[in-house]
């Protein structure tokens, strides 16, 4: 535990003595930001619409939950952002290792491998949800002065899916940085892998097929879908916890192919 939590200050220091941490963070928050203020203009005219229109018919006033189609719009935009901000995150944290040569400084420390990755990983977790709590105050903002309100669970819900899927990414992000020693190629690849599973989602949603129906399941962002309509389900928990463990013990076994390429 102690050489986790060691990995972990470690990591954690070195994003914020640097200025990617910062630029990361900021650019994230910013575009968060003009989105969701975009996004509220938007469905409140949309809103306006609708009453309009159904007084105009007769039919009264029309209900229209909008904090749920805002949340539902946000995190939707979170989650594509995030695949564009997390490989800014995970591309120094081997590939920049490897290259300084402190890699082989951790190697043969006392620290086992699990502990360098679990630290890693943890760190960069970390960095992520503080890359993210601001958007969470939002919509607890949103909650407090819309009707109808939004139920608790549902924000959590979809918080909850956010968090996942960040912990997926970066997982995977991890295990693609530890594949090279330039910090560009890792970020380039880890981008390119995120585009590639984008496209997978978009090109298979409508698919009936067998193989369209496979993929849809092996989909990171359609497990996401299901959070940000309130809907916990014990398939998405364990697939996002599977693909987690499974970057991890990628990763694991790339620093042991080091190990054993130095022996």
Known sequence: MKGILAIFRRELQSYFVSPIAYIVIGVFLV???????????????????????????????????????????????????????????????YAGERRQGTMELLMTSPITEWQIVLGKFLATFVLFIVMIAPTFLYHV?????????????????GYLGTLLLGGALIALGAWLSSLTENQIISAISTFGAFIVLLIVDRLVSDSTTRLGETLQYLSILRHFDDFTKGVIDTTSLVYYLSVIALGLFLTLRTLDSMRWRRA
């Open 31 to 93: 575009l968060c930001g003009l989105f969701f203020y975009r996004l509220m203009n938007d469905v409140i005219q949309y809103g306006m619409q609708m009453q309009m229109q159904g007084m105009r018919g007769g039919m009264g006033p029309q209900d229209f939950d909008m904090p749920g189609v805002v949340l539902r719009s946000s995190l939707g935009l979170v989650s594509t952002f995030i695949l564009f901000m997390i490989p800014m995150l995970t591309m120094g944290l």
């Open 141 to 157: 903002a949103l909650r407090y002065v819309s009707e109808p309100k939004l139920p608790w669970k549902i924000i959590l819900s």
